[in-house]
């Protein structure tokens, strides 16, 4: 029984053993083997490696793949007109040669980040400070990342290389800063205001132009209305009297009588109208007294 527990725990401390003498390397990752703190060799390709057991050889990871640094202040910086200005950038990066990156920067992307950010600030610093605001956004931006891009690469590649690669540098945003920016949004407000304003005026002009033309349209059509209006009875009640003539002048006693009836209608023919007359002596009622007699 002690022979077969023996056994039982050699195997599985050989198998510990063998255990720890594996590693698997990813294919996004760098494998950095170390033997006594000192690098050992490096590993690019995925796969399964051996090593020596811990302590004497230890595996230490490092990612190969593009990574993205984002700017980590929002101090401004001073144009060449000594504007102040914030911007945000972004860098893309990749680990190279993992042996001079862990001598000269460190153990792991944190690191790198780091200096890399510091490094970046200051070369956009100092490229920003030769540009105009008007050049930083619009006319020389693309001259200005390329600029800093070099001004980064050769940092790190200097005289003790990083081993890294700087593939992208870009502006993600430049603006004034935020005192600066109030005051120029109050600017375009009352920029705006009064623009609207003199819009406004304009429109109040225009309208009430508008309102008395068309008054005046209205009163000239009124007036041409009235007047043909007037044209028209003119010419009814000519037409009428002509008429009325014809008629009468066949018959002159009934059109005599016609125009007393019309005459009691108008003297007598409302409720409360009083006439003091003499019927026997008057010719006003003289076609009520007898039948017209023809002549």
């Keep these: 029984m002690n022979r077969v527990g023996f056994i039982g725990t050699t195997v599985l401390i050989l198998m510990a053993l063998l255990a720890s003498t594996m590693f698997v390397v990813d294919q996004r990752q760098f494998g950095v083997v170390y033997q006594l703190g000192q690098i050992q060799r490096v590993i690019t390709e995925p796969g399964l490696n051996f090593k020596l057991p811990p302590p004497l050889q230890n595996v230490n990871y490092i990612d190969k793949r593009l990574l993205t640094l984002d700017s980590m202040d929002t101090e401004p910086v001073l144009t060449a007109e000594k504007q102040r ?149 003119g010419e009814g009640d000519a037409q009428a009297t002509r008429v009325y003539g014809e008629a009468f002048g066949k018959d002159p006693q009934f059109a005599e009588f016609y125009r007393s009836l019309d005459a009691y209608k108008a003297s007598v023919g409302k409720k409360g109208d009083v006439l003091v007359i003499d019927p026997a002596s008057s010719d006003f009622f003289k076609n009520l007294r007898g039948a017209p007699t023809r002549r």
């Excluded at 593939?167 to 609207?196: C, F, G, N, P, W």
């Design 85 to 233: 200005v914030v911007i945000d950038w972004y860098v893309r990066w990749r680990i190279s040669d993992p042996q001079a990156y862990i001598r000269n920067v460190g153990l792991d992307e944190n690191a790198g980040a780091l200096q890399l950010n510091r490094v970046v600030r200051n070369a956009f610093q100092e490229e920003i400070n030769r540009r105009t605001v008007r050049e930083l956004i619009s006319t020389r931006r693309e001259t200005l990342m390329a600029d800093v891009k070099r001004e980064v690469t050769e940092a790190v590649k200097g005289g003790k290389p990083w081993g890294i690669d700087i593939i992208d540098v870009r502006i993600t945003r430049a603006d004034y800063v935020e005192s600066i920016t109030e005051s120029v949004y109050r600017r375009m407000q009352a920029e705006r205001q009064r623009v609207a304003n003199e819009l406004r005026s304009t429109g109040a002009a225009e309208g009430e132009q508008i309102r008395a033309d068309a008054d005046r349209q209205r009163e000239v059509t009124v007036a041409n209305a009235y007047r043909d209006a007037e044209k028209v009875r």
